[in-house]
């Protein structure tokens, strides 16, 4: 749990969380402004939180 082990598991959770942002906007909306924003803020928030307890319990190759 060292301080790159933090910066690992943050990037790789930023990234998880775009990732679902993107697919939940492309499957969920005609347009943009039909787009659920607190869906997707959601939806990404918890892909965000499941990325990091993932990092946890399993590790982080790159570290």
């Known amino acids: 749990m060292s ?8 990037i790789r959770a930023v990234r ?3 990732q679902t942002a993107v697919a939940l906007i492309g499957t969920n ?4 402004t039909a ?3 607190c869906g997707v803020a959601s939806g990404a928030a918890l892909s965000g939180i499941i990325s990091v307890l993932t990092s ?5 190759p790159e570290v």
């Open 3 to 10: 301080k790159e082990f933090w910066r690992a598991a943050g």
């Open 16 to 18: 998880t969380m775009a």
């Open 29 to 32: 909306a005609v347009g943009v």
């Open 35 to 37: 787009v659920d924003w």
């Open 56 to 60: 946890i319990a399993t590790g982080l």
